[in-house]
């Protein structure tokens, strides 16, 4: 058999592609249920983070459990029924128009205090940057957060995800004196007010990233939650 | 499988030869496992693989990781090659190599992805890069296309082990230096540290890549000194 020939060549690539197509997609398709397991213990992790409760990645579901006592799906400001919020993609969401976009909101409850979680979706400066943030019940003060990215710059963006610059969102705030949504200004540089942060050096993109994400995904929550947090929550906030 | 295509395949062998059956472990055999840990060895001796040994040797556990995973594509890798070394059109050999390579990486990112989920996350992009570790071209176009399956399997284990033994030892240091753990635990006593009133902090120096460059090199400075036949003129 002469191996060189070219019909012999087209045969054998062909063949060949078919094969390792074929085995690769029996492999990715039997994996999948495991792979989609970790990914879900992972997000129950991130969202628990973000209320300052560090588990295990095994043990995530069990806390999940515990602590998220309620999650809620808003379109246009107002809860909707008959979605899972767990489920729903916000990378799909977020390009979707203001109209049709749903909005996932978990609630959880810890040491008898509740806490608004709420995911965040946005762009870096490579890929998508994601996150969760959580409001104490005044629905004003950050109570933390918690941020990963797909593939930001090692050592420059990509340190979204340490605690050096997650530490700095606790105690920040979201409204202004006037009760009006401001979002909090990832600046290069001197961060003084309580609605600043500093950014990363290096890092402006994934920096200025991560301020549209807060302000963008968290527009959607602020009515909502001013009704929903109630009386109580507007006593606080002239309180303080 | 690779049994029988092996029988065949010296059965061949002798009726072209007519020689006597080299034992599974010859001496010739030997040494294709022996010479990559210490002559030939791909990073030290050869400097290739560079790339991952600098960037996944903080920590021991995903060098481990790395090591395993290249383990399983270099032998995979060789024997497939070397089964279809008679059937490859020469002029589109580097294509099949190729994709020999990239099919099974992607197959060992897929059961990261599954099993070992944080680990997988922590090698992220290296993975994938393992299709284009020069070693493991390089052993599938030097030595699988022209040799039998069992040699092709030593020789690939060889190979792999000799990258293995350097990233563990780099991440060996990096780590119980860098961090004062190994595989994660505390090996520095706590009461060392400055912060406890001892005398000790953690070199984090030891954590940024130019410390593996430095270990690389301090490792090549030992074994040249201890192996003269490294030693050039």
Redesign the interface.
């Known amino acids: 058999m002469d ?2 020939k070219n019909s ?2 087209f045969l ?2 062909t063949a ?2 078919v094969v ?1 197509a074929a ?2 997609s029996f ?2 398709t039997n ?1 999948k249920p ?2 989609d397991t ?2 879900e213990q ?1 997000k129950m992790q991130s969202i628990l983070s973000s209320i300052q409760i560090q588990v295990e ?1 095994s043990q995530a579901p069990e806390a999940y459990g515990t602590y998220i006592t309620e999650a809620i799906v808003l379109q246009k400001g107002e809860a909707i029924d008959g979605q899972d919020a767990f489920a729903i993609d916000l990378a799909k969401e977020i390009r979707k128009s203001d109209e049709e976009r749903v909005s996932p909101l978990y609630i959880a409850d810890k040491e008898g205090k509740t806490y608004y979680i709420i995911p965040l979706q946005g762009n870096g400066l490579w890929g998508p940057i994601w996150g969760y943030v959580s409001l104490k019940q005044d629905i004003n003060t950050v109570y933390g957060a918690t941020f990963d990215h797909k593939a930001e710059t090692p050592g420059l963006g990509a340190e979204i995800n340490t605690p050096v610059f997650e530490e700095q969102f606790k105690g920040k705030r979201m409204l202004d004196s006037n009760l009006t949504f401001v979002g909090i200004d990832v600046r290069k540089g001197d961060a003084s007010t309580e609605y600043e942060v500093d950014g990363i050096s290096g890092g402006t993109i994934t920096s200025d990233g991560v301020e549209a994400m807060i302000l963008d995904c968290l527009k959607e929550y602020v009515p909502f939650l001013k009704v929903h947090s109630g009386k109580t929550a507007k006593a606080t906030l002239i309180s303080e | 499988m690779a049994d029988v295509l092996e029988k065949k395949e010296e059965a061949k062998d002798l009726l072209v030869d007519k020689q006597p059956k080299e034992p599974l472990f010859s001496k010739k055999n030997r040494k294709l496992l022996n010479d990559p840990l210490n002559d030939n060895n791909p990073i030290t001796v050869q400097v290739l693989g560079i790339c991952s040994a600098l960037a996944i040797t903080v920590k021991l556990y995903p060098a481990l990781v790395m090591s395993i995973s290249v383990l399983f594509v270099m032998a995979a890798g060789n024997v497939i090659v070397s089964l279809m070394r008679n059937f490859i059109p020469n002029r589109i050999r580097i294509i099949v190599q190729l994709v020999v390579v990239a099919s099974l990486v992607a197959l060992v990112d897929q059961v990261l992805k599954a099993f070992v989920y944080d680990v997988s996350k922590e090698l992220s992009v290296f993975v994938g890069l393992i299709i284009t570790n020069c070693i493991i071209m390089g052993r599938l176009e030097a030595f699988a296309l022209g040799n039998t399956v069992w040699k092709s399997f030593l020789d690939g284990i060889g190979n792999a082990f000799g990258y293995a033994w350097i990233l563990l030892a780099v991440a060996f240091f990096r780590e119980l230096l860098g961090s004062g753990t190994l595989f994660g635990f505390q090996i520095i006593p706590d009461a060392w540290y400055l912060a406890n009133g001892g005398f000790y902090s953690n070199n984090g120096f030891m954590l940024l890549p130019p410390m593996a460059l430095i270990t690389v090199g301090i490792i090549i400075w030992v074994q040249r000194a201890r192996n003269t036949k490294l030693i050039e003129e």
Do not use: D, G, K, W
């Open positions: 191996v060189n012999y060549t054998f690539a060949m592609v390792v085995s690769l492999a990715a994996l495991f792979q970790n990914v992972e990645r």
